[in-house]
């Protein structure tokens, strides 16, 4: 009948209790755990399966499991929650949270039973389901609103040069991921207590994250004030930077993977975007000072600083090509310059190395401060009528004098610096020009030291104008191979190729292919009239 039904299960339950249950609860309050046999346990845990196998026990045991969550939570941590105060309370709230993990184990270890086959039988949450469940509705829902206050009230401090504990504001933090979980499931792994289930960060990011972000904007809407009165451009960056960094460091080791994406933009805005113009115009210390005094360190700070937010990169450029453009129009202006083409060209060379210099050490190579910098060398080279000829001269003196005693890397070196500035002329046609005809002087005359210099330079040329463009120039080379194998073929003959006394060189070039060049009367020597 029912009452000896009911005397079954209070002596069932007591038994349980007493066995087992009363040893996790003082475990809880003294870190001291008595008969923590497997004897124990198997006694315990084989009640649990009488118990269970008669359905009209299981949902009692099911409910007797939440009670004694319940009761813990009401006569052992709340109490000591509600009487803690700021960081005591998040000390406190913590530790319960901890010490409920460990319940929430033993507790499901206890009536494991229950999971393996009431569960699954009746469509109610699992054992762990219900006691996460019963913390968030008894605990964290009372204390939530003090809990993420006293959070934002250390990270204020953090943010002020207090030193805080992270790794606690971590996992209380952790504890707003967990508590919205669903088919939540606490596993043991090692030592460690891990709650597993379908996340739902709907608790984190509402009580937490949309406030952490609005607080962190609003903290550094007031800093970027401060730094940008009291600071100059350089000391901002590095201020600005450093702050960036940490809070980069802070999202990754002690928040939510999601919360570094969302607040690192508003961070950026507030210290980045709304004070790029400001700190670049500053007098004395600004943009336009670093590069004058060329202090390219201060230009990579600044760079790296501006590149998080990529517009604002425009805040360089929009200094750097009026920069570049005076440096240049100083070398296309210089009247004695103007007499020597080598030594005009020489400038352009080392001014753009240095430029391509800085754009890759303080700039990373970055594609928008690249196309400054073209753009202002397109700017003042084109300005000059002599810059192509002055160019294709300087390529004329390099093959017969410059390229010597180089070695190939040298030279490779030096061909391709020429090419790069090459890339900045708009007077292409008219360098093409000069080119062909001084390349046409140096083979007829064989005054070139090196055939191989040459050809990897029209190869050079071929990547950047085509194949139309340098096609005479290839045919030259042609050419002069083809006369070459005639001539040696001919000084095999019996006269060795000298008739007379007179010894024959003979060139033969392709009609259009060669520029025109001065020609003079073909007098034959009266010798070879006669033979």
Known sequence: ??????????????????????????YLKTNIFHNKTTKSYINVYTKVLELADNNAYAKDLYDF???????????????????????????EFLTQWEKHTLLVYWMKKIFF??????????????????GLTIFKEKVFEKVNEQIVQGIFSEIRAEREGEYVDWQK????????????MTSANLEK???????????????????????????????????????FQSLSCPEYVRAASDALVKEEEKADNFLDAETKAALLPEIEKVVIAEYAGKITEMEGTGVEEMFKHQKHGELKELFLLLKRCEDTISNITDKMKPYIEKRGEEIIKDKELLKDSVEFTSKLLALKKEMDDMVADSFESNIKIQKCRDLAFQSFMNKCQYTPHFMALYCDFQFKKGLRGLSEEETENRL???????????????FIKSYTKNLAQRLLNGTSISNEAEEIMISKLKVECGHNT??????????MGLSKEMMQSYSEQSHKGIVAGVAINVKVLSSGMWPEL???????????KKS
């Not at 933090?173 to 508590?179: A, G, H, S």
């Not at 937490?208 to 972000?213: C, D, T, V, Y």
């Not at 391709?416 to 008219?430: E, K, M, Q």
């Open 1 to 26: 009948d029912n009452s000896e039904m009911d005397s079954v299960l209070r002596e069932g339950l007591q038994f349980i209790t007493e066995e087992q249950i009363q040893y996790v609860m003082e």
């Open 65 to 91: 499991y939440a009670e004694q969550i319940n009761k813990y939570i009401k006569e052992w941590a709340m109490p000591r929650i509600k009487q803690s105060k700021g960081k005591a309370l998040l000390d």
């Open 113 to 130: 039973y229950l999971d393996r086959y009431y569960v699954q039988h009746s469509s109610v949450p699992s054992l762990s389901q219900v």
């Open 169 to 180: 504001l971590k996992n209380i933090l952790n504890c707003y991921t967990l508590i919205g």
């Open 189 to 227: 792994n090692g030592d460690q207590m891990l709650w597993k289930g379908d996340t739902n960060k709907e608790y984190y990011k509402d009580m937490f994250e949309k406030e952490f972000i609005r607080q962190s904007k609003e903290f550094y809407q007031k800093q970027s004030q401060i730094w």
């Open 416 to 430: 391709h610096s020429i090419i790069n500035l090459f890339t900045c002329l708009h007077a292409r046609d008219a």
């Open 470 to 479: 340098t096609n005479k120039l290839s045919q030259m080379f042609v050419d």
């Open 518 to 528: 001065k020609t003079f009367p073909c007098r034959i020597p009266d010798e070879l």
